[in-house]
C-alpha cells in the first residue's frame, strides 16, 4: 500500500486525533477501492503523485545496489515502485519482488506488470528465509502501523535482509498524529493512517541492528499531502 498519508480521492472525510483509533482495515480498504486507486495513482512511481525529491532519493537507492540483487517492494499495492525500480536499474541485473497484504491488489500488480513476481505477504511477515533479500523499499509501506507496532516490521527487515542489506522507507511524518477517515472511496470502510514521528523509525530502525543513512524530509507538495513527507535509508550492520 503506497498512498501518501493515505490522502487521494479515495479519502471523502477525516478526523485528525492524538488518540489511536482501532480499526483501519488498510488491505480490504486498497482491494475494494482498486480500480479508484489505480485511476489516481497509476502504475508506476511519478511526479503526478510524488515529487522530483522522492524519485532522486529512490533513484540513488537503486543505482547504489550491487547487480544480482533482490529488491522487495514492501507494501507494493498494484507495483508502482516495483515498475519504476525495473525502469531505473534497465539492463541491470536487479529484480524487484512485490508483497503485498491485499490479495486483490496482488492480482491487479500480476495483471498490470505480468513480468512481475508478487506475493502475498505482510510488513511483519515477509515469505522470504532468513537473509535472503539484498534490499527493501517500503514506499509509505508503514503508514498504517500504529507506533507500537513498528517494532515488529523493524524485526522483520533485520531478519530477511543480508547482513550489509539496505532499505529505503517513505512515509507521512509528522508528530505521531493518527487520521482516520471514514466511507474510504464509497466502500463503506474506515482507513487509519499514522503520520509517524521520524525519530521514532530511526531509533526503531537502530535498535536492531541497522546504520541510518540519510534522512530526507520536505513539506506537502501535492493536493493529496496534507503534511510533511519523508524518506530514510539504512544498512543492516553485521549482526
Not at 39 to 47: H, R, V
Not at 156 to 166: I, K, T, Y
Request: aromatic share 6%; hydrophobic share 45%; glycine share 12%.
Amino acid at each position: 500500500m503506497d498512498e501518501h498519508d493515505g490522502e487521494s480521492p479515495l479519502a471523502d472525510g477525516r478526523v485528525t486525533t492524538d488518540e489511536p483509533l482501532a480499526g483501519g482495515g488498510a488491505p480490504d480498504v486498497y482491494g475494494a477501492t482498486v480500480d479508484r486507486y489505480t485511476a489516481f495513482s497509476g502504475t508506476i512511481l511519478s511526479e503526478a503523485v510524488e515529487t522530483s525529491t522522492d524519485l532522486e532519493a529512490l533513484g540513488r537507492f537503486v543505482d547504489g545496489t550491487a547487480d544480482g540483487a533482490t529488491v522487495v517492494d514492501l507494501g507494493a499495492g498494484v507495483g508502482r515502485a516495483s515498475a519504476w525500480i525495473a525502469a531505473r536499474a534497465g539492463r541491470r541485473d536487479i529484480t524487484p519482488w512485490a508483497i503485498e497484504p491485499s490479495p486483490v491488489m496482488v492480482m491487479a500488480a500480476r495483471r498490470i506488470h505480468p513480468w512481475l513476481r508478487c506475493d502475498v505477504g505482510w510488513a511483519d511477515a515477509v515469505p522470504s528465509t532468513d537473509s535472503a533479500v539484498d534490499a527493501v523499499v517500503a514506499w509509505y509501506s508503514i503508514i498504517h502501523t500504529p507506533a507500537e507496532g513498528l517494532a515488529a516490521i523493524w524485526a522483520e527487515l533485520a531478519r530477511v535482509l543480508r547482513p550489509g542489506g539496505r532499505v529505503l522507507l517513505a512515509f507521512a511524518s509528522g508528530g505521531g498524529e493518527v487520521v482516520r477517515r471514514d466511507d474510504v472511496g464509497g466502500s463503506g470502510l474506515a482507513l487509519v493512517a499514522h503520520r509517524h514521528r521520524v525519530d521514532t523509525v530511526t531509533d526503531g530502525l537502530a535498535s536492531v541492528g541497522f546504520v541510518v543513512g540519510d534522512v530526507v524530509s520536505r513539506p506537502a507538495a501535492h493536493p493529496h499531502e496534507d503534511g510533511p513527507q519523508t524518506i530514510v535509508t539504512a544498512v543492516l550492520g553485521p549482526g
